[in-house]
């Protein structure tokens, strides 16, 4: 349940900031749901073949598959900071004026 609200708050987090470089923040929101359950279930599979699979552990690899999660939130993150910024004609306008 937390990982949801943590997911929601992060898509918002992604939305606003395709908005503010001008894209479409659906589709950045779509991709960071979708990073974040690709790398989860990436995360529960590398943590079952690291740990294996025993009632003792399923705490620890919840927490492992959660922390592989956030890379893919991470990893969409970056590729959206590396877009360029929305260009705004009254920028160029405003060079040199105080």
């Known amino acids: 349940m937390l990982?949801?609200?943590?997911?929601?708050?992060?898509?918002r987090k992604i939305g606003n900031t395709a908005e503010r470089k001008g894209l479409k923040p659906g589709q950045w929101k779509l991709f960071t749901v979708l990073a974040w359950?690709?790398?989860?279930?990436?995360?529960?599979?590398?943590?079952?073949?690291?740990?294996?699979?025993?009632?003792?552990?399923?705490?620890?690899?919840?927490?492992?598959?959660?922390?592989?999660?956030?890379g893919g939130y991470l990893l969409v993150k970056m590729i959206l900071d590396k877009q360029p910024d929305k260009f705004d004609e009254n920028d160029i306008n405003n060079i040199g004026s105080n």
């Open 37 to 70: 359950i690709a790398a989860e279930f990436i995360g529960v599979v590398l943590g079952i073949m690291l740990f294996g699979f025993d009632r003792n552990n399923l705490f620890g690899l919840m927490l492992f598959a959660v922390a592989c999660a956030f």
């Open 3 to 11: 990982e949801i609200i943590a997911l929601i708050f992060l898509c």
